[in-house]
């Protein structure tokens, strides 16, 4: 499946009868060796398998599993996107926690708080090529405080708008997985908040000990069969099953 059709699934509600099974396939033919997609420990905190990158679009599997030591972050979590997300949880709780941002000018300011105060940080620029990140330190001195949150459990989608900046956490426990569809948008960056005393700097996005990559996408295989059962064993004997919970 490409960009257009998994984005077509998830706007007709039905992504929950067709995404878990092509998936599983995924993973399981990178686990195996038959498929040449990567995959990369993203400093975000998830393994990425970049399955489609076509122009201004794009198509990743992201999964967070213990299974996989985490990649060190050189700056923090909190980010934007230079590209509007569209989302499908396979399993697990995802949490976007929209972050309110002031700029140093704004934090001096009498509605400043204390806690706001001590959470000083600088805009990096991410240019991103290949497996490599190039953070370029912008100077730009930031405050930010946590904003509105929503939670997305299994089955459910969700979108985030370009230029909104977020952090997501997992909820019950340390494993999910999302089909995350990527749209560029014209005029924007990705950006990372850091440390003001961080220079400009390049990231290397490394590929995990390989018995460990595929420990973690058999893991994450099982997972979607067993948050999917009736998807995933008509799936295996070549039938889709309709809303009602027939096969055809």
């Known amino acids: 499946m490409r960009y257009e059709e998994i984005r077509q699934e998830i706007h007709a509600g039905t992504a929950a009868r067709t995404l878990p099974a092509w998936a599983g396939r995924v993973l399981d033919d990178v ?6 997609v990567p995959a990369l420990r993203h400093p975000l905190g998830f393994v990425c398998l970049p399955v489609e990158r076509t122009g201004d679009f794009g198509v990743c599997l992201h999964i967070w599993t213990p299974e996989v030591r985490a990649a060190p972050s050189t700056t923090s979590l ?3 996107h230079s590209w509007d ?4 949880v396979l399993y697990g709780t995802v949490r976007n926690v929209r972050m309110d941002i002031r700029t140093g000018a704004d934090a001096e300011s009498a509605e400043a708080t204390a806690e706001s105060a001590e959470a000083t940080q600088q805009v990096f620029e991410v240019v991103s090529q290949g497996d490599v990140d190039e953070l370029r330190a ?8 946590p ?3 929503s939670a997305h459990r299994t089955g459910e989608s969700y979108t985030l708008p370009a230029g909104v900046f977020h952090t997501t956490l997992i ?5 999910a997985a999302t089909v995350a569809l990527g749209r560029q948008t014209p005029g924007g960056g990705d950006l990372s908040l850091g440390p003001l005393d961080t220079p400009s700097h390049r990231v290397h996005r490394s590929r995990s000990d390989h018995a460990d990559t595929v420990r973690a996408l058999r893991r994450s295989a099982r997972r979607v069969t067993a948050a999917h059962p009736t998807y995933a064993r008509a799936a295996s004997l070549g039938r889709v099953p309709d809303p009602a919970g027939e096969t055809r």
């Open 31 to 36: 686990a195996a060796g038959r498929s040449a």
């Open 78 to 80: 909190v980010h934007c």
């Open 85 to 88: 997300l569209l989302s499908f």
């Open 138 to 145: 912008t100077g730009r001195a930031v405050r930010y405080s």
């Open 147 to 149: 904003g509105r949150s």
């Open 171 to 175: 909820e019950d426990g340390e494993e």
